[in-house]
């Protein structure tokens, strides 16, 4: 009896372990990822394509609540454009490290810009070493047909400077306008995306004055682990909100395995320990498949077509379209949709081949499709129906 009573709790304990260690390591429950890296462009472009104004290495596009859009340049100027072409610098920005993939990044206009006038940036500041990651904020104001930025703060940077590229650093604000998320890349140094101390490789999620939610995961913790929503990314350029709420980020694979990844908060999404790609130098890399325990992407890409900007189509002049995303190509040079199921899977439903490296994208409140093009003139375009 006595034996049977020890093996009985014996029992009951490693039931209790592996509960714990199921919890502690939770495994992707979507269906198995679609590699979409073979699709061709389709030859039907049901939209027609106009240019309204060009910019040197634009990086960002953003809309203020008029319809006119802030754009970013990477060496380091930003612009108010009209949607007929017109262009207003707005001086006032710092200093950028402008080397490789560095330099003015993207922009975001606050939930709250028609009372505070309030618009979010981020760029790699200068240091020694390099330049670290930086996310500031201030307040755009206009007088006379002119344009400033008024109480600039930067509210959020690295720890430390770094001259490699893929800094990350796309904005996202959360559906109730309370909380900014941040992309933050690995720069180019892959070990540190699983390092739970260096912001490298991470999406963090902070209050909008850049100080830490009491209710992240690891708040109590302090330091990046407190900021820390998810982990393990290599070069996430674009991160959205899709309509439903789910957060959706796109981000670059090495040679191969370029994702689409569904953010869960606490997931570790295996960069660089896994990925669907391999190392440029040709050493293969274990598949996202055979460590189940890191969050597989619920699209991936070989070949590559170098993901950039992410932006939900919402609007009444494309209604197809509606609840689809849209994912600007680098390698790719032209356009993705995604479609969604409702349920956290998504599905490449079709791309076009517009012969530019596309940069961001943007749907303005009308529906209309705003590109960026990633040149030394780099064209903005309007996407609308095709007559």
Known sequence: MRMKNLISRIARALALVGAALFVAAPVSVHAASENAGMNRPS?????????????????????????RLLVTEKPGKLFIATQSGEKTE???????????????LDVAVSPGFAHDHTIYFTFVEPQRGGGVLALAR?????????????????????????????????????PDGRYLFLTVGDRQEPKT???????????????????????????????????????????????????????????????????????QVGRNYGWPIVSNGDNYSGIPIPRHSTRPEFEAPVVYWTPVIAPAGLSFCNGAMFPS???????????????????????????????????????????????????IEDESEGKLLRLVPKR
């Open 321 to 371: 379209w509606r609840g689809s995303a849209f994912i600007g190509g680098l390698v790719e040079k032209g356009l993705v949709r995604i479609s969604f199921d409702g349920h956290g899977g998504a599905h490449e439903a079709e791309r076009w081949d517009l012969g530019h490296r596309i940069r961001d994208v943007a749907v303005a409140r009308d529906g209309a499709v705003w590109l």
């Open 43 to 67: 030859p039907n472009q049901p939209f027609a394509l106009s240019s309204v104004a060009t910019f040197e290495y634009p990086w960002a596009i953003a809309f203020l609540p008029d319809g």
């Open 193 to 263: 995306a699983q390092d739970p101390d260096a912001a490298r490789g991470k999406v963090l999620r902070l209050n909008l004055d850049g100080s830490t939610p009491k209710d992240n995961p690891m708040a109590a913790q302090g330091g990046v682990k407190a900021q820390t929503w998810t982990t393990g990314h290599r070069n996430p350029y674009g991160l959205a909100f899709a309509p439903d709420g789910r957060l959706w980020l796109n981000e670059m694979g090495p040679r191969g395995g370029d994702e689409l990844n569904l953010v």
């Open 90 to 104: 707005v001086p006032g920005m710092p200093k950028v490290y402008y080397h490789g993939q560095n330099g003015l």
């Open 138 to 174: 201030a307040q755009l104001e206009e007088s006379g047909g002119a344009a400033r930025l008024a109480d600039l703060a930067i509210i959020w940077r690295q720890g430390q400077a770094s001259t490699g590229g893929q800094p990350g650093g796309i904005i996202a604000f959360s």
